[in-house]
Every structure is written in C-alpha cells, then in structure tokens.
C-alpha cells in the first residue's frame, strides 16, 4: 500500500474513532470534545504527504529539539556539561532534581533543561537568539502556504513564567545559568510560541532523519542527529517515553500545545496533530496515529520493516 493511502487511512480511521481513542486514553482532562487532527510525512526525498488538518498550533516544547540542535551545532558535547542526558521520570516542569543534582537539570527536554540550552543560546548569539528557533524553523519549510502560516502565538508569548524564573533563579545559584534571566525567558517564550502547521512541522524537522555516516568516519553533523534522536526517544515524552518507545518505536517530542514531531531516521520527519492532551502532556490521537503508523509500515529504530 502506497503511503499517502496509508496517511489518508489513518486520518479517517482516527476521525472516525476520536471519541473512543480519547475514551480509552488518560485524559488530562476528561469528557473534551475531541478536536481536529492532521498529519504530514516529509521524505528526506523531499517528498510530501499530508492528511487532516491544516490548523496552525503552538509546537511550545518541540521547540526544545530545535533549540538543543542548534547548542549542539556550536558547542558539541560540551552541553552536556551543563545539562544531563537522563529521563527525570518527574514532570516537564519539576523543580525537584534541581536539588537533588544541585542546579544541573537532569535532560535537555524538561523545562530546567530547556532554560539552561537557551541560556546557551544567548551567550552564542546575543540579541539574535530570541529569533534563533523561529529562524532554524522556518528555514526548514519549504511549502509557501505553510511558510507563509509561521507566526508567534500571542497567548504563549503572554503566559506567565513564575515557577521557570524561580528555576532560573535557582540554577544562577549553583552558577549554571550565566545570562540575564529576561533575556533567557524572552527567547524561551518566542521559541515556544512559534506556530505551525503539521506540514511546517514535518519539513522544519526533516534534517533531523538524515543520520548516516560511514564507518570509521568523523562526521559531527551525523553524530548531532544522533544524539538529538536519542534523547528524543528517552526523554521526548517525559515520563511516559517508556509507554511511547514501545507502542510507536521512533524518536519524538512531544508539546503540550497538541503536536508531536517524529523521526524514521533515513527515511522520514512526520508531525501529528491534535488538541486534547493525556496525563503526559502528549496529544491522545497523535500518538494513537503514530502508533498505527509504525504498524503500517514497519517503521521502527528497533527493526527494519520486511520488504
């Protein structure tokens, strides 16, 4: 079966069985209408499916892959001084390790570690890096309509910060942040803002499947796909990540704004999309069409799909 007939299937049978899918799901909030849902496939053939919706949303922390990739591109494993490569198994928004590692945040995913690769961000680009996710984002889009839908959404810009300034706070503390702490909220609220559509999504994040590398060779920019990708598999979910590995098998981040970006490495960049959110923060169809996805072609980094 071609995979544009698989996407389009997929989209009906996730509309058709919204209610039942949200049903037999942990609700973040229970009883919501279910929403819209759409989807996009980029080919890193540069190919393009799409299905569903083409609604914008917030990609809010997607944002953080985007961010780490671009710390990783002028730093290297030096982030990893300042930023752990664990699962928390705690919520995205914890201020509990930071105690426990004295101001070093346990992954780059959860928001203390998301502040620290920002707070990067800014040392290395200045006034500029408030625009540095918006700007890797939309580079990556190559569909004019979707291009043309990239906006900063103003409800995300306007949401208040209290408990991430205190982590701030905390991790100055323990001389883990070095920047100014409106600077590094500034470029965290404008990258979490920044709005898409799932094809923008998709193509924005295609450069993050082409992981090959030849044997015995120093290729720098593979091994930056590479260690994005795995701790998008360990850590992209949160403390539910364990539960998405195994139902979809491929690395993925999660927002809490309804989209989920995932990767087939050497093969694909696919984003879902749809509102109401479980326990994880993780959009209820979204994974539920990944997880159908994975089973209708075989895409998985623990296997290669059968001929």
Known sequence: MKLDQISTEIAAEIQADAKAVENAADAKTPGLTPGPFGMAIAMVDGSLIRAGSPETFPIQSISKVFALSLALEKLGDTVFERVGREPSGDPFN??????????????????????????????????????????????????????????????????????????????????????????????????????????????????????????????????????TLALMMTCGHYDGSGDFAVRVGLPAKSGVGGGILAIAPGIASIAVWSPNLDQHGNSMLGVRALEMLNARTGWSVFGPPVD
């Open 94 to 227: 914890s201020v509990i390790d930071l105690e426990r590692t004295q101001g070093i945040p346990r992954n780059p995913f959860i928001n203390a570690g998301a502040l620290v690769v920002v707070d990067m961000l800014v040392e290395q680009f200045g006034d500029s890096a408030r625009d540095a996710v918006l700007d890797l984002v939309k580079g990556g889009i190559k569909d004019a309509t979707s291009k043309a839908a990239v906006m900063l959404d103003p409800e995300v810009l306007n949401e208040g910060g209290d408990l991430n300034r205190a982590m701030l706070h905390f991790m100055m503390h323990h001389d883990n942040v070095c920047s100014p702490i409106d600077a590094i909220m500034d470029a965290y609220a404008r990258q979490c803002a920044v709005s898409v559509d799932c094809v923008g999504l998709a193509q924005a994040g295609c450069y993050l499947a082409d992981t090959r590398m030849a044997a015995n060779a120093t290729d720098d920019r593979a091994k930056r796909m590479r260690t």
